[in-house]
Structures are given as C-alpha cells and as structure tokens.
C-alpha cells in the first residue's frame, strides 16, 4: 500500500508496524486519518513513539474511529475519563491486565473494535514487551476440513471467570457480560476471516460435548503460539499501540516484577462478530 503522509515500516512479515510522521495530539487530516486508518487495517497493530498525550487528546485520535467502549468491570478508570482505563503493576501486583492471550472484552456482546494503549512508565532491562498474533494467518494456516469444522461452530466468552475470578472484581448488577460469538468472524472491513476464540474469555464450543471442545480450543490456541503469526512491541515511554481486536489477539509480558509499568488505555466500540 502506497502511503503519502506517514511512513510505515513492518514489525514482521505477519503482523505490525511502526509509523512515523503523525502528532497524535493534533487533530489529524482526512488524508492523514485514512492513511493511518488503512495501516492498521493492513498490519493489524500500529506504533507510534515520542507522542506526547493528554487524556483528552488521546481520547479525541481514539475517537476518530468510533465511540468510546466504557469497560464493563474494571474499577481501574480515571476520575473524569471514565474511558480512560489505568493498566499499571507493581510489587503488590498478584496479576497484571492482559497477562494470558485474548482479545480485549470479548466477552462483551459487541467487543471493542480497537484499543489504543498509551505507555508512561516502563520497567528496566526492555521487560513489558506486548506481544501479537495475526488471527487471520492462524485461520488461513489451518487445513481446509478444520477451517470448515470452525466456520461451523460457536463458543461462550464469560467474563465472569476473567473479572470475578482471577481480577476480583465486584459484581455489577446484571453480572459480567457473557455471549455467544461464532470461532470464525468475517472482518467488516476487510472482508477477511479470522479465528476469534481466546483463553482468557473462551470457556467453550457450544456444538461440541465438554472434552472436544477442550481438545479443539487446545489445537487452535497452541497453533496460535506459531511464531511466524506473532510481532512483539518494546515499548518506550510514550509510545502508543492501536491495535484491531477484530483480527489480532495480544498478551502482555509480566516479566519485570516487582517492578512497576504504567499506562493508559482507550478502547473504542466495535459490532457483533458474524
Ligand atoms: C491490555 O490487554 O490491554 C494490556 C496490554 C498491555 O499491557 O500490554
């Protein structure tokens, strides 16, 4: 793809770039904007380093691809940026967000199209790198009759097990989102499939007795872990990712405690997955 406005160098054959040339906390062009718009579209996670953000200016380039998500668990937002959500560890951290493979909130009945993460404060020695996989490669690299078998079935996403169970956090009225998204969704824009199961939200295949759903989401996440489906981002202080949920899943390297890593996260609303 041929951009005029920005440079974008690829992370990885598979999957992520790095962009240069934007200020994220101008109002971008529209030329600028599709530019940007279209890189993520072709790299699944794009980078951006030395921005230099306020919550609302992060906000504001958030919101030009959409309405704000508001996260249906975490006690963890800002005073007066109930969409800005605080992600930071620390020594008295018995879990860090993101710590196992997903997708972010799917278990919500129209998951987040795209998280933008903005990184404050990092740990020493490059720990708290975030790693990605291409969820589309994942599909296309299985054989035909397990691609076939997945585009026939559906799975449960609970966040119950995520939010209550491993975070603690307290029940809201109504409980945790829980819902049912088909394994392989069609990307609304580029048309393409991917596979949309994750381990973290995932509890199982609902066409499939309990031990074959088990055994099928263990395939697919270990066929997940194929390196060549994956980059991995060494973040800096104010660097920024803007990853699309739709088509990649990432997993956050808790290698550094007990020492601590901060940053701020605006998630921006998607659509039901078919
Ligand atoms: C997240 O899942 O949003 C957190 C990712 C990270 O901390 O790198």
Redesign the pocket.
Known sequence: MAYETIAVRKTTPAIGAEISGVDLSKPLGNQQFQEVHDALMENLVIFFRDQTLTHEQHKDFARRFGELHMHPASPNTIPDHPEV?T?KADANSKH???EEW?S?VSCDPEPPMG?L?YMKQLPPANG?N?LFCNMYAAFEALSAPIQRLCESLTAIHDGTQVYAGRFGYAQKPGGFPRNEHPVVRTHPVTGRKALFVNPNFTTHVVQLKRPESSALLAMLYRHCETPEFQCRFA?QPDSL?FWDNRAAM?H??WDYFPHG?L?Y?VTVKGDRPV
């Open positions: 959500l992600i860090v967000a993101g997903h972010d998280s993460l708290g975030t973040w990712a990432h956050a390297m890593r940053g996260r």
